[in-house]
């Protein structure tokens, strides 16, 4: 059984550029929740995807924006990139029942962010 | 709303001393309370959980009580080791309804041989 992987490792942009990060969620896994974690600090969550629709959101502004695919695999994008967006990026994959239920998530290794 | 307040770190304990990092929490309805641990470079892993109240979650040593009337859920271990230096977070989910998981800053161990 394959975990969940995150791609890329490691990123590095400047100021105003976007960027897509991408994950796959573990097998039999067909929701993905995303989390910001900044230096320091626990991760907080941006949002979460069930069956390819958004069901959830935390408090991060319009230009952090997500897919999820038929094959429950995701992407994170974020447009005009800010200093402050510099960060671990963590992606964690569960299995629902349906979009209320809550079951265990299994996280990825993360892609780390740095913004110039 | 709901939050999680943990013991800030940095806590460095020399081999098999024993280990508390304390967790309190504050929830709207009825949470299940986790413990997570990042190793250097990593992600998170669930180290134990527990979802009721007086449920004692367990894993690898580490042992966290869920006390409903102190609305806490500390971490416990009774001889760490060089191996258990990572950073340990707090975290609670409302098992009934969407919320994410919801978590604490973290606190680094350091442990010395």
């Known amino acids: 059984e394959t975990g969940v992987t995150q791609s890329p490792t490691h990123l590095i942009k400047t100021r105003g550029q976007q960027v897509t990060l991408r994950c796959s969620s573990q097998?039999?896994?067909?929701?993905v929740s995303w989390y910001q974690q900044a230096l320091g600090q626990g991760p907080q969550f941006i949002f979460q995807?069930?069956?390819?629709?958004?069901?959830g959101r935390g408090n991060f502004p319009p230009r952090f924006s997500g897919l999820q695919f038929p094959n429950y695999s995701s992407e994170l994008n974020v447009n005009a990139l800010e200093l402050d967006d510099s960060a671990l990026y963590l992606c964690?994959?569960?299995?629902?029942?349906?979009?209320?239920?809550?079951?265990?998530?299994?996280f990825g290794p993360g892609t780390r962010l740095t913004v110039l | 709303g709901n939050s999680v307040t943990q013991m800030e770190g940095p806590v460095t304990l020399s081999e098999e001393a024993f280990l508390t990092i304390n967790c309190t929490y504050t929830?709207?309805?009825?949470?299940?309370l986790f413990w997570y641990v990042q190793y250097p470079g990593e992600g998170l892993q669930l180290l134990l959980k527990?979802?009721?109240?007086?449920d004692k979650g367990s894993n690898k040593g580490f042992e966290a009580t869920y006390r409903k009337e102190t609305t806490s859920f500390h971490l416990e271990k009774g001889s760490v080791q060089v191996s258990d230096s990572a950073v340990y977070f707090c975290?609670?989910?409302?098992?009934?309804?969407?919320?994410?998981?919801?978590f604490g800053k973290g606190t680094r161990l350091s442990v010395i041989a």
């Open positions: 964690a994959s569960s299995s629902r029942r349906d979009r209320s239920s809550y079951n265990e998530q299994f």
């Open positions: 097998s039999g896994h067909n929701t």
């Open positions: 995807y069930y069956r390819e629709e958004e069901n």
């Open positions: 929830a709207t309805g009825y949470p299940s």
């Open positions: 527990a979802t009721k109240a007086d």
């Open positions: 975290a609670l989910t409302i098992s009934s309804g969407n919320t994410p998981l919801v």
